[in-house]
């Protein structure tokens, strides 16, 4: 059995099971519509295998680039009965990202996938497959909203990529990751991952330069990696008095590059009291981590010009077992208030760097909490403030609230507020109907899901166990009438102490009828052109561009932990490719139609980025045009005058 060998590795004629199955159109059909939903991720569209697909394919990437099978290599007819490979897609492969499929779908669904994977094993022409599926017509989208989003340019970013270069992210017109509009005024604060921080505001012809960590940091890290280099921006809620703001960005381990930073062409950057901090490790178990996770803190002494004037402060320093997945997201509560326990408090949240998808001890980091992988941190950056409840942190940049949940468990990160998340890369605050501020992260999947996911205090959300309501390693975890149970790890495993995983309270599928490759991020639109909007959250996937919302109420109904209970989500129509792909072209791109590509999305990656304004506005972004639109209306296509 190969190392890979899924569910298709072996087949011999003979099944157990009747063999009209095997022979059913409609078996056929149905199995083809499973295999989309729940295999092609790894082996392939239309059962051809990932490389003949001709598609990158994360997990493959993350474990090394070892290939699944190609599920129709007639070099693996070794003579395995199809009930062997029913028990490979119940059960699983050990030791492999091949979950097991027991309880998560019907027998009869699993029957059918078998049944169509031997239809082309069996030599059924392609073409009776798309004659029998109709794939010549698109499927219906049962999710379909009646709404149209009509998108407008709203700005122009400056051109930071090699457009002819043929990198994933090199020939990006623009990689800016966030728009942020400063505290009390008109201005927006774009960080882009080639190290640029611009700023803008409606009055002005083009965005401003106002830093360049690349010009600061010897050991700046941008050149791969779709999330590598100038990751985030956020404000301080005291900015408009102390002029302080927080930024992540990559550094690469190098012996002959320095970590100290240097002023640059920024003359009024003092860096006299800025010291690199101590590590915090991500166990490697006898491999290299090569990149440096780094939060810091600037704090402007005029912040009302267009240029930086001031210090560089570094908070927290991680290293990574890859540059993928860093720590990504960060936010204060809005809610919060001065004298609030929560006032002033920064929650970090921080993707498992790439280890979800190893086959080896590093696997488990997300689970493990004496790292900070996979988790989001809660950190007060003001080392003044609730110094009476709040210890200082292990580098002395930092305090940690006493409240943490785990404070006092010995051997775990006191900083970690919850952990089990494979990439919690955007994180937003609303109120739930008791008026409750609650914390909201968007959690990108490896194998089958994406997720939206309610934080709350001390939970498991379960990778690389689970990947959202799926149970991807069924022997780590433990079963009884009512529940299910995982160990408690620290750097291995503490039996004497369990916790319940916990679910999203929305998830969509890696399907292109109704999903896509990874989740973008979103906000709850609370601003008043748009009333159709109205509380509702506005969401979308990367690569595809697909946006869609959820009613919040049906999300706030949905965070019970009941892995049979999710939201709802439902698609708005765009013309949002067809702008981008346009718009490529007219500024210079030359990887048409797009850079890139996806599973579900195929050649060319819109990657799709969101952005809100303080009157509740929602802005798109598209980094591969360089472009941030508005919402310029909202068309109800079933209403008629």
Same mark, same amino acid.
């Given at each position: ?47 051809? *295998? ?93 999710? #379909? ?79 791969? *990696? ?11 809620? =005291? ?20 970590? #100290? ?58 290293? +990574? ?19 609030? $326990?929560?006032? *002033? ?88 109907? #008791? ?36 149970? +991807? ?90 892995? $049979? ?47 809100? =304004? ?28």
């Amino acid at each position: 059995m190969k190392k890979y060998l899924c569910f298709a590795a072996l087949f011999a004629p003979a099944f157990t099971y009747a063999e009209t199955v095997m022979a059913d159109p409609a078996a056929i059909k149905d199995g083809a519509m499973r295999y989309q939903s729940y295999c092609a991720a790894c082996h392939g569209d239309a059962a051809e *295998g990932a490389i003949n697909a001709g598609r990158e394919i994360s997990i493959i990437t993350d474990s090394g680039g070892n290939q699944p099978p190609d599920l129709t290599d007639d070099a693996s007819l070794y003579g395995t009965s199809p009930d062997d490979i029913l028990a490979i897609i119940e059960n699983g492969v050990p030791g492999t990202m091949m979950p097991a499929w027991k309880g998560r779908i019907t027998d009869v669904e699993m029957k059918n996938i078998v049944a169509y994977i031997h239809s082309r094993m069996g030599g059924m022409a392609q073409s009776s497959i798309e004659k029998l599926l109709d794939t010549g017509s698109q499927p219906r989208n049962p999710e #379909q909203s009646p709404y149209t989003l009509v998108l407008s340019d709203y700005i122009s970013m400056p051109v930071t990529g090699d457009l002819n270069s043929e990198s994933n992210t090199l020939s990006q017109i623009s990689r800016m990751n966030f728009i942020r509009q400063e505290p009390e005024t008109e201005r927006w604060f774009v960080p882009d991952l080639n190290g640029p921080l611009y700023i803008f505001d409606d009055k002005q012809a083009a965005p401003v330069e106002y830093l360049n960590l690349k010009s600061i940091f010897p050991a700046f890290h941008d050149s791969f *990696g779709f999330a590598s280099g100038l990751v985030n921006i956020q404000f301080d809620p =005291d900015y408009s008095k102390n002029g302080r703001f927080y930024t992540i960005h990559l550094e690469v381990k190098k012996n002959d590059v320095p970590l #100290q930073p240097v002023q640059g062409p920024f003359k009024s950057l003092d860096l006299s009291n800025y010291k690199v901090t101590k590590t915090i490790e991500t166990p490697s178990f006898g491999n290299e981590n090569g990149f440096y996770g780094v939060l810091v803190e600037w704090q402007d002494s005029d912040p009302k010009n267009d240029v930086f004037e001031g210090t560089a402060r570094e908070l927290l320093r991680m290293d +990574m077992n890859r540059h993928i997945h860093p720590m990504g997201a960060l936010s204060f509560n809005p809610y919060a208030g001065p004298g609030d $326990e929560d006032w *002033g408090t920064l929650y970090v949240g921080i993707g498992e760097t790439g280890s979800g998808g190893m086959q080896d001890a590093r696997k488990l980091n997300a689970q493990r909490l004496n790292n900070v992988a996979g988790t989001i941190l809660r950190i007060i950056p003001d080392l003044k403030k609730r110094t009476s409840d709040s210890s200082l942190s292990e580098n002395g940049q930092y305090r940690i609230p006493h409240d943490n949940p785990f404070v006092k468990l010995k051997g775990a990160r006191p900083e970690i507020w919850a952990y089990g998340l494979r990439n919690p890369h955007r994180l937003i605050w609303f109120k739930d109907n #008791q008026n409750t501020p609650q914390l909201m992260a968007f959690n990108i999947g490896q194998v089958n899901w994406e997720m939206i996911n309610i934080i709350g205090k001390g939970k498991n959300y379960g990778y690389p166990i689970y990947e959202g309501t799926q149970l +991807m390693m069924p022997g780590s975890v433990e079963r009884d009438d009512d529940s299910v149970k995982m160990p408690v790890m620290i750097s291995g495993v503490l039996p004497e102490r369990y916790i319940e995983p916990s679910y999203p309270a929305l998830q969509y599928p890696h399907m292109a009828a109704i999903g896509g490759d990874a989740i973008s991020g979103g906000y709850i639109y609370s601003g008043t052109k748009h009333p159709e909007l109205k509380d509702k959250l506005i969401f979308g996937d990367m690569t595809t561009g697909n946006i869609w919302y959820s009613d919040i109420a049906s999300l706030v109904d949905a965070n019970d932990d009941n892995p $049979e209970h999710l939201a709802a989500k439902f698609a708005f129509t765009t013309t949002l490719r067809e702008q981008v792909e346009s718009t490529y072209k007219k500024r210079g791109g030359t990887q048409l139609p797009l850079p890139s590509r996806g599973v579900i999305a195929g050649p060319g990656r819109i990657d799709l980025r969101f952005g809100q =304004d303080r009157s509740g506005e929602i802005f798109i972004m598209t980094k591969s045009d360089g472009m941030i639109r508005k919402i310029e209306d909202v068309v109800d296509r079933e209403f008629k005058n």
